[in-house]
């Protein structure tokens, strides 16, 4: 074997200020870098606070407005036009028998039903790979704007409705029955009434008051506005006919449209609305659904915005549809 030599390397100065060059813009380049992402956080932290403002500044008051107005005129403070009735209508003459969905019942599911919804959907859909953080973080931060949207939508769908009864004033097929108007008491054949005071001592002020405001029907148009915007959301979310199974989401689906139509058909078969009010309410609810999926949510289209807002590579969102193991990433503006 030979020996080992030993190799000494003279620089030039001419080498010196190439190596010294070199350094320079590399840390040149690292200042820059950290300049760039100093201005990120600085930019990301503005448009937080920006945030903050206009929802607690702006959003949240008005909600809240609207609300109250929505409270003050279900309980009569705000005056509201009352049409009048026909002496002995037997349109008008059903008795009340009660609701099949309460007021109560299907204001609980219009909020929980699609919250619960997406945040599970979502949360199978992302991949189970990651950390139990990471998926309730991003799962969380889907959920909230795909309930925000919805949210709204239910705003303008409640809000237009309380209008339309606020303008009518119609008489509910049980009107006679909940409200014992005192007019009606002395009018003869089928006189037409245009004022009235109602009168029972059996039924509240507010069930009084609600007696004429039959048109539309505002558990129509909730409902079917829930349970429309549910199905469509898992046809683009949790849909695929490469599914191990094809039938999950059908399923869901066709829960979803029983719920409208229970909800819907049971106000006639109750003699809680005329069949137009209920009519009118499915039509007010097909289009504020429609103006939520397709204006609002974008018709849950994919998109790359989630890929900044949560601080991931295109990597980290790989996600599966419902039952398949293929890869789908969704977004919402």
Known sequence: MGALGCVSVKMTPTDSTEVFTVASSELSLHETRRDHESQIVTQKNWSNLHWLWWTFGVDVPLFLIVTILVGLFEFGVIPHYKSGFYCNDPALSFPFKGDTVKMEVIMSTIILLPFALVFITELVLFDATYSIRAKFDFTSKITFKIFRNYLCGLIFNLGIVEVMKGITGNPRPTFFAICEPDTAKTCNGSEYVNTFECTSTRFSSWYQSDSYHSFPSGHTSLSLYCGFFMAWYLQRRAFDWRHRTVLVVPLLQLLCLTYVAVCSLTRITDHRHHWWDVLTGAVVGVVTMLYTVLALCN????????????????????????????PHQMAVS
Do not use: A, E, I
């Open 299 to 326: 018709n849950f289209k994919t998109k790359s915005k989630y890929t900044q807002d949560t601080c991931m590579t295109d990597s980290q969102h790989t996600v599966r549809t419902l039952v398949f193991d293929g």
